[in-house]
T-cell receptor
Framework: DAKTTQPNSMESNEEEPVHLPCNHSTISGTDYIHWYRQLPSQGPEYVIHGLTSNVNNRMASLAIAEDRKSSTLILHRATLRDAAVYYC?????????????FGTGTRLQVTL | DGGITQSPKYLFRKEGQNVTLSCEQNLNHDAMYWYRQDPGQGLRLIYYSQIVNDFQKGDIAEGYSVSREKKESFPLTVTSAQKNPTAFYLCATKETGFGNSPLHFGNGTRLTVT
């Protein structure tokens, strides 16, 4: 299964945009890129996903590189409630179940 | 109200005892997953199941067992063979085992073994 790599931690000021990077250099053509975030003592929650094109939803935007070997989760205006661990994972679109392996994620700190 | 129920939220056991963690879903999802999380660490996959009566080992299956007799249920048994069972255990579901549907997570069970 393809792996992803993310920085261990990032900091942002409140109301500023945040760009969280993810590298997935061994991604296959059928892998979707998913992002999740986890607050302390809770299960992760889905944020956004995409295949090739950039995606937007009410929570965030996802920018995918043209060669699909990296992607960036964009929080347009960080708030204190966005402080969490963010995970980037790959989900296979082939006929067999994907193992859906999580890395260590990026811990985002948001300060006033 | 659709969702995933993990029970109990906190579980305490003595070393050497087997313990079973419950995961029930009413989302009608085919795929179910068990992850383990240690303090300050990411999620590690224990077992996953794409359909009823079928499951596969994840990255750290040793010392664990599962069953998938019903679509709604995917219980995880932590056996006495698991060397370091104290951890936060998360169950997740997915509409199908592949494709672009997202994972849905329960709120976890925190297991402490002394």
């Amino acid at each position: 299964d393809a792996k992803t790599t993310q920085p261990n931690s990032m900091e942002s000021n409140e109301e500023e945009p945040v760009h969280l990077p993810c590298n997935h250099s061994t991604i296959s053509g059928t892998d979707y890129i998913h992002w999740y975030r986890q607050l302390p003592s809770q299960g992760p929650e889905y944020v956004i996903h995409g295949l090739t094109s950039n995606v937007n939803n009410r929570m965030a935007s996802l920018a995918i590189a043209e060669d699909r070997k990296s992607s960036t989760l964009i929080l347009h205006r960080a708030t204190l409630r966005d402080a969490a661990v963010y995970y980037c994972i790959l989900s296979s679109n082939t006929g067999t179940a994907s193992k859906l392996t999580f890395g260590t994620g990026t811990r985002l700190q948001v300060t006033l | 109200d659709g969702g995933i129920t993990q029970s109990p939220k906190y579980l305490f056991r003595k070393e050497g005892q087997n313990v079973t963690l419950s995961c029930e879903q009413n989302l009608n999802h085919d795929a179910m997953y068990w992850y383990r999380q240690d303090p300050g660490q990411g999620l590690r996959l224990i077992y996953y199941s794409q359909i009823v009566n079928d499951f596969q080992k994840g990255d750290i299956a040793e010392g664990y067992s599962v069953s998938r007799e019903k679509k709604e249920s995917f219980p995880l048994t932590v056996t006495s063979a698991q060397k370091n069972p104290t951890a936060f255990y998360l169950c997740a579901t997915k509409e199908t085992g592949f494709g672009n549907s997202p994972l849905h997570f329960g709120n976890g069970t925190r297991l402490t073994v002394t």
